[in-house]
C-alpha cells in the first residue's frame, strides 16, 4: 500500500470526557503505522464526524449552493461583504466560482476518509461487532456524500475504496450509477447500524439515518412506494415530533425525540469540536457575520398563527425569549432578518471563547421531514388518509388547524408548502423545487434568473476538469 497519511491535527475532535467526540491530538502517523489497533479504527471512523464540520461542508459552498439558490434565502451580510454570493442568488455562476469547487473537495476529501476506514480498518484485529459497526458508519457517510454530490452534479466519479494503483483521474459515472451506489452505501449501513446509543456515543448514525437517507433518494427517484414503506419503518422506531419547536433548535435540546440526525458542534474544550455553520449565519455586529438571511417571501408563506415563522425567523428590533434584543448593530445596511434555528443566546453565543454560535448543530434529518416524506409518498400513491394524517401531526405542532383536502392535487401543493416552512433554512428547498419539477417556474417569479434544462445541476469545477486533463466533462450549458 502507498504511504498514506491520516492527518489529526487538523481534523480532530475535541469533546466530553468519554463521549465518542473526544480525540486527542496527534502528530501525522503514516496509515500502515496506523491501522493497527481497535483504537485506531475508532480514531478514524471519528475522524469522518469531525470531517463533516469542514467549512467546505457547512460554510460558503454549502451555503451557496443548498441555500441562496432557492427562494428562502438572500445572501445577506453587508451588500458588499462576500459578493461572489450574489452569483448564486442571480444564477450567474460558472465553472470557476471557488464555491462550487470547495463544495466538490470537500465531498470527495469526506469520501476519503471513509475509503480509509472501509479499506484498513476489516484487516484489524478487534471485536467484531464494534467492527461491523464502524464499517457501517464509514458506508453511511460514504452513501450521504455521494447523495449530495449526485444532486449538485448529477454524474459524478465513483470511487469504491482506495484505488491500488493510485489513480483516481478517473471518468464520470453516470447519475443512475452514483444513486445507486449510495442506496448500496445506505442500504448496507441500515442493516448493521443500531436504532439507538448509549449516552457516550449519541449523535452517532443510526439505523434510522441511514433509512431516512434512502427514503429522500427515493423521493428523488419518484419510488413512492420504496419512500413509503422506509419512512413507515422509521416511524415504528421510536422518534416523535419535539412538542416546543422554537425549544427544538436550542442546543441544550439537541438530543432530543425529533432529531435523527444532526453534524455535531459543539463550544466544549478547546473548540476543535465547532464549526463555523453557526458563525456565519449569526446576527451580523451581535452574533456573527449575518450570512443567509431570510428572505421576505419565506417569510410571507406563513399562514397566520403559525408558531414557526417566529421561531425560524429573527427580525431587527424584536427580543428573544431569553431576553435579547435584535439590533443588529443599527447599521440600515445590515439584514433585517436572520435564521434563528442557529440563534444562541447572548449568555452563551462565545461559550468558552469558542466562535459565536459554536453549539449550533446542522441539520441533516428530523422527524417531521419524515413525516412529510410519508406524506408525500401516500398522496402520489392515492392513500389521502394516511397522507392527511402524517402532514397533520407536523401542522398541529405549529398551532394550525388539521387540512382536510380531499383533492390529490391540492393536497399535494399543502405538503410541498409545508416541507417549506416546516424546514426552512435547514438546505431542503432548493433541491425540493428541482426534484418536483418547479424550480424554473417557481424562482424565475422571484426575479431569479434560473435556467431551465441547465440550472437544476450544477457545473463541473473548471479546476476539477484541468486537473484531469479533461477526463472529466462538462455539464450541460456550463
Request: with cysteine; aromatic share 12%; glycine share 6%.
Amino acid at each position: 500500500m502507498k504511504k498514506l497519511y491520516i492527518i489529526f491535527s487538523l481534523l480532530a475532535f475535541a469533546a466530553c470526557e468519554d463521549d465518542f467526540l473526544d480525540v486527542p491530538l496527534e502528530d501525522s502517523t503514516p496509515a500502515e503505522e496506523f491501522f493497527v489497533t481497535q483504537a485506531d479504527a475508532l480514531e478514524a471512523t471519528n475522524q469522518i464526524y469531525a470531517y463533516q464540520r469542514n467549512f467546505s461542508l457547512c460554510g460558503f459552498p454549502y451555503l451557496a449552493i443548498f441555500h441562496i439558490t432557492s427562494d428562502d434565502s438572500d445572501k445577506g451580510s453587508n451588500p458588499g461583504d462576500a459578493a461572489f454570493l450574489n452569483d448564486f442568488d442571480r444564477f450567474t455562476f460558472d465553472a470557476s466560482a471557488f464555491s462550487i469547487n470547495g463544495y466538490w473537495v470537500g465531498q470527495y476529501r469526506g469520501i476519503n476518509f471513509a475509503n480509509q476506514v472501509i479499506t484498513n480498518v476489516p484487516d484489524i484485529e478487534m471485536n467484531a461487532d464494534l467492527k461491523n459497526r464502524l464499517l457501517a458508519e464509514a458506508k453511511f457517510f460514504r452513501g450521504y456524500h455521494y447523495f449530495n454530490l449526485v444532486r449538485v452534479f448529477a454524474g459524478v466519479p465513483i470511487y469504491d475504496g482506495l484505488p491500488e494503483d493510485g489513480n483516481y483521474n478517473i471518468p464520470r459515472n453516470t447519475k443512475e450509477e452514483v444513486y445507486d451506489f449510495a442506496i448500496q452505501n445506505l442500504t448496507e449501513a441500515a442493516e448493521v447500524l443500531p436504532v439507538s446509543y448509549g449516552a457516550t456515543d449519541e449523535g452517532r448514525a443510526t439505523k434510522g439515518a441511514a433509512k431516512g437517507l434512502l427514503a429522500k433518494i427515493a423521493l428523488y427517484q419518484k419510488d413512492w412506494a420504496k419512500a413509503k414503506m422506509l419512512t413507515e419503518e422509521i416511524m415504528g422506531m421510536g422518534y416523535s415530533l419535539f412538542p416546543d419547536y422554537y425549544q427544538l433548535f436550542r442546543y441544550q435540546n439537541e438530543y432530543n425525540s425529533e432529531v435523527i440526525f444532526d453534524i455535531q458542534s459543539t463550544a466544549d474544550g478547546n473548540c476543535q469540536a465547532t464549526s463555523q455553520y453557526g458563525q456565519i449565519q449569526g446576527v451580523r455586529a451581535q452574533y456573527g457575520w449575518g450570512f443567509n438571511s431570510p428572505s421576505e417571501d419565506l417569510a410571507n408563506a406563513y399562514e397566520t398563527g403559525d408558531l414557526r415563522r417566529d421561531a425560524s425567523i429573527l427580525f431587527v428590533g424584536e427580543t428573544t425569549p431569553e431576553g435579547d434584543l435584535i439590533t443588529a448593530g443599527n447599521d440600515p445596511s445590515n439584514p433585517t432578518r436572520y435564521n434563528q434555528k442557529i440563534y444562541v443566546p447572548s449568555s452563551d453565543f462565545r461559550r468558552n471563547n469558542c466562535a459565536e454560535n459554536s453549539d449550533s448543530n446542522i441539520p441533516v434529518l428530523r422527524y417531521a421531514d419524515v413525516l412529510l416524506m410519508n406524506a408525500e409518498a401516500n398522496n402520489e400513491l392515492g392513500n389521502t388518509p394516511a397522507a392527511l394524517e402524517s402532514l397533520n401531526k407536523v401542522r398541529e405542532r405549529a398551532g394550525l388547524s388539521p387540512s382536510q383536502t380531499a383533492s390529490q392535487s391540492e393536497l399535494r401543493m399543502e405538503i410541498y408548502h409545508e416541507r417549506r416552512v416546516e424546514l426552512a433554512l435547514e438546505g431542503e428547498r432548493f433541491f425540493d423545487l428541482v426534484r418536483t419539477g418547479r424550480a424554473g417556474q417557481v424562482l424565475r417569479s422571484k426575479g431569479k434568473s434560473f435556467k431551465d434544462g441547465i440550472n437544476e445541476i450544477f457545473p463541473i469545477p473548471s479546476n476539477q476538469i484541468t486537473l484531469s486533463n479533461n477526463v472529466l466533462t462538462q455539464n450541460p450549458g456550463y
